[in-house]
């Protein structure tokens, strides 16, 4: 499947959308937006007014199914990831959705299935792996300079915020039959993902999940430890209802370690015997545009391959499912 130039629709142009994700369609090359969804049409009117798209829907299936649209960009929540990647692909076109990849890893293999029996590919939005910040410290591993890595630790927590507090209004992100789980499935599946990138998959994994500060029904502790293929070790910590916001990844190694943030920009800090070195990143305007930029590359064949795609995606899918083991 190769095109010369890819048009995309939107289908759900909600906040992500505004800045991380929607201009970037616009900006890389041979690529643009020519539709987009939202079931409040006049809410996808002014989005398409603002970002200077051609056409609006408020039916999925009327953007799906529009010859002047190559490929869909699933950006709602993930309860209707399954849904509308299946649709998408039977329209034959490529999928790009949002993370998490669905509700579980069930679901995920069902998406797979009908990408592979359409012969379109599926990308999953887990951006950070064409980020130069991740890249920077995926070559630090790969040129040995803390040599064999032994494990990697994860420690991420922060404040509940207010609007977690109100039972009658939660937040989507907090609904599991909507998001699969809580802010854990919403947030550490950047931070899992980005570790099987670094590290490569993770193939045992048990943990213990509860919910302690009872604002909802989502966990919001989860601990668990895992195994990756490679033989390295690893642990997480992950509490969203502590009283201050930690975010701190830990690589290390049999000649140094290699710390770092998922969603802040400190510097990456290599320490080493001889000392330590670090990198800063600006984070880039629109933080999905390097991973869209390997996508249109793919999808226009003219170099390179998107580091992901619906098998990664869904590796961590299931290693969240076996730390919450509900």
């Not at 604002?215 to 009283?243: L, M, N, P, Q």
Request: charge should be neutral; aromatic fraction near 10%.
């Amino acid at each position: 499947m190769k095109f010369e130039k890819v048009r995309w629709g939107i289908i759900g142009c909600g906040d992500v959308t505004e800045v991380k994700s929607g201009p970037a369609f616009q900006k890389v090359e041979n690529s643009e937006l020519v539709a987009v969804m939202r079931r409040t049409g006049e809410l996808a009117k002014d989005y398409a007014k603002r970002h200077n798209v051609p056409k609006w829907y408020d039916d999925a299936d009327a953007l799906i199914n529009d010859p002047d649209v190559d490929a869909v960009y699933i950006a709602t929540p993930p309860g209707s990831h399954k849904e509308y990647t299946i649709k998408v692909a039977k329209a034959g076109k490529p999928v790009y959705v949002e993370k998490p990849m669905a509700l579980n890893f069930v679901e995920c293999n069902e998406m797979i299935a009908a990408c592979k029996e359409a012969r379109v590919p599926l990308y999953v939005a887990y951006y950070r792996r064409a980020q130069p910040r991740f890249v920077k410290i995926k070559d630090l591993l790969e040129s040995k300079v803390i040599g064999d890595v032994r494990f990697v630790s994860t420690t991420q927590y922060q404040k509940a915020s207010e609007d977690v507090k109100d039972s009658k209004s939660l937040p989507w992100r907090l609904q599991p039959e909507v998001s699969g789980g809580g802010l854990f499935f919403d947030l550490a599946s950047h931070t899992l993902d980005i570790l099987d990138f670094l590290l490569g998959p993770i193939k045992e994994a048990q943990g213990f999940a509860s919910n302690q500060a009872g604002y909802y029904r989502a966990e919001d502790i989860v601990t668990g430890t895992y195994r990756f293929e490679s033989g390295i070790h690893g642990v997480g910590k992950w509490c969203f209802s502590a009283f201050e916001n930690v975010d701190v990844n830990e690589i290390v190694g049999s000649k140094g370690k290699i710390t770092f943030s998922t969603f802040g920009d400190e510097p990456i800090v290599l320490t080493t015997t001889s000392g330590k070195e670090q990198w800063s990143f600006e984070r880039p305007q629109h933080v999905h545009q390097p991973l869209a930029e390997t996508i249109m590359a793919e999808l226009t064949g003219n170099y390179g391959q998107c580091p992901s795609n619906g098998v990664n995606g869904a590796r961590t899918n299931w290693v969240m499912g076996e730390l919450v083991k509900r």
